[in-house]
């Protein structure tokens, strides 16, 4: 490891350089794609086009990323564990000649890959005409959880700090994947109470985050990057006022209208 900042931040040095990591230019490429493609481009090509039906498209992307994110889940669980990898008081990335590196690899970079398949979503919402769905708070989401990937690999290696932090990520996405695909058999299900439940599950996730990273802080003797953890606060901070402004707007407002009217 490298040390620059005064000797804070980290540089990863793992020989072991996966597909899109070691050089940004990859996930920037990919990124900059799905931007043109969703801002521009795709809705051009769907100007004169009707809307396709993707229903069981969807649904097999919905079942995939239950399955891929359980299995991550799972994986890494068993890793935190029962392996007892790390110690648990203060994460920190395993050294190259830990006998348990492959597999902190292995699942930190089935989550990293997994943030750029979750752009697929979006592809949905543009072929078919659901540009509501492509709000700012959603295509930021997606930008900074894929290449905020590429940012914690490259300067903290692969696992470290975040991994519990992106298996509590995956579990939410195994809840939302799950409520996605019985939305689409089940038309009971796409009330507005569960996808209010949806959105306060994902708030409380970022809250979490925030207060591991603020425990993390608080440990004097723990070595975990502190760069790191302040990029990782400042991320968690922005999503908590991102999705408390979204839920306020889409629920909170909604229903104080709702119950005015009945006054009235």
């Not at 809705?43 to 239950?66: A, H, S, T």
Request: charged share 15%; proline share 4%; glycine share 4%.
């Amino acid at each position: 490891m490298a040390d620059i900042l005064n000797g804070t931040l980290l540089i990863s040095e793992d020989p072991v350089q996966l597909p899109l990591i070691g050089s940004p230019w990859p996930a920037l490429t990919i990124i900059s794609l799905y931007l043109l493609f969703v801002l521009k481009v795709g809705k051009k090509i769907m100007e004169d086009r009707k809307p396709y039906d993707l229903r069981g498209v969807i649904k097999v992307y919905n079942i995939f990323q239950i399955l891929y994110n359980s299995a991550v889940l799972i994986g890494g669980l068993h890793f935190l564990f029962v392996l007892k990898a790390y110690d648990l008081s203060c994460i920190i990335t395993l050294p190259l000649d830990h006998e348990y590196k492959d597999r902190e690899r292995l699942i930190t970079y089935a989550y990293f890959i997994n943030k750029f398949m979750d752009l697929i979503e979006t592809f949905f919402f543009v072929l078919r005409k659901k540009d509501r769905q492509i709000s700012f708070l959603h295509v930021f989401h997606h930008l900074v959880m894929s290449f905020g990937g590429y940012v914690h690999i490259t300067f903290n290696g692969y696992g470290g700090t975040l991994f519990p932090l992106c298996l509590l990520n995956v579990a939410v996405h195994v809840i939302m994947y799950s409520y996605y695909y019985l939305s689409s058999v089940n038309k009971a299900v796409q009330s507005s109470r569960w996808k209010k439940c949806i959105t306060i599950v994902q708030l409380a996730q970022f809250v979490l985050v925030l207060s591991n990273f603020i425990y993390t802080l608080r440990q004097p003797n723990c070595k975990a990057p502190r760069p790191v953890i302040y990029f990782g606060m400042s991320v968690a901070g922005t999503f908590i006022l991102m999705f408390t402004n979204f839920y306020i707007h889409a629920y909170v407002l909604p229903d104080k209208k709702k119950s005015e009217l009945k006054v009235h």
